[in-house]
């Protein structure tokens, strides 16, 4: 079974300055797709990025992108100039690509980041 | 667009009684899933449903059973809530297998 491990329960940055989340996963397969996902205070799931692992290249969206060793099968994200609106629950999460194409996403126990004024 | 759309957002039941989370999504997605989240926990797949008319268990489907509907709708029924069942419950469904997962905005529910 695949497992995905966070292992930064908290975390905390000054506004405007950068931050990393990490981000571990174990899977024997090859194709796969990983995911940030946020969730703010309202309790909805936003997608913020996704890597497939058959592209060499790091993701980027906007202010946020990821690192992605595959090799070492770590995910990390980077928030840049922090906002007050990122503070939230992030959440990485995995999914294969494989079998009927309908797998659910296996997801970490999420980092609560913390964005101070 | 309303995307996907949970119903209700919260509830409050005793023990033993029964209840149907619904689930309806708009984006003509084929796949669609219930999680559970636990205080500290990430979200859990309780049951997927690939298309209309098929359904697959996720990791933690003791205590629950699911209906696909129709292409749309796809629900979530406790026959016997227990106090374990407490936890705040999402939906969401993806287009395809190469797309990402859109969540419902999820429901608390809570078993005394």
């Known amino acids: 079974a695949q497992t995905v491990t966070q292992s930064q329960p908290e975390m905390s940055v000054q506004e405007a300055e950068t931050v990393t989340l990490s981000c571990t996963y174990d899977?024997?397969?090859?194709?796969?797709?990983l995911f940030w996902y946020k969730q703010p205070p309202s309790r909805q799931m936003i997608l913020v990025i996704r890597?497939?692992?058959?592209?060499?290249q790091n993701a980027t969206e906007n202010r946020f992108s990821v690192n992605f060793q595959k090799a070492a099968k770590s995910f990390s994200l980077k928030i840049s100039d922090s906002q007050l609106g990122d503070a939230a629950m992030y959440f990485c999460?995995?999914?294969?690509?494989?079998?009927?194409?309908?797998?659910?996403?296996?997801f970490g126990k999420g980092t609560h980041l913390i964005i101070q004024p | 667009n309303a995307g996907v759309t949970q119903t209700p957002k919260f509830q409050v039941l005793k023990t033993g009684q029964s209840m149907t989370l619904q689930c309806a999504q708009d984006?003509?997605?084929?796949?669609m899933y219930w999680y559970r989240q636990d205080p500290g926990m990430g979200l859990r797949l309780i049951y997927y449903?690939?298309?209309?008319?098929?359904?697959d268990k996720g990791e933690v489907p003791n205590g629950y059973n699911v209906s696909r509907l129709n292409k749309r709708e796809f629900s979530l029924r406790l026959e016997s809530a227990a106090p374990s069942q407490t936890s705040v419950y999402f939906c969401?469904?993806?287009?395809?297998?190469?797309?990402?997962?859109?969540f419902g905005q999820g429901t608390r529910l809570t078993v005394v």
């Open positions: 984006m003509n997605h084929n796949s």
């Open positions: 969401a469904s993806r287009p395809n297998r190469e797309g990402s997962a859109f």
């Open positions: 449903s690939a298309s209309e008319g098929t359904t």
């Open positions: 899977t024997s397969e090859s194709d796969y797709y």
């Open positions: 890597q497939e692992a058959y592209k060499q």
């Open positions: 999460a995995y999914r294969a690509y494989s079998g009927g194409g309908a797998d659910g996403l296996t």
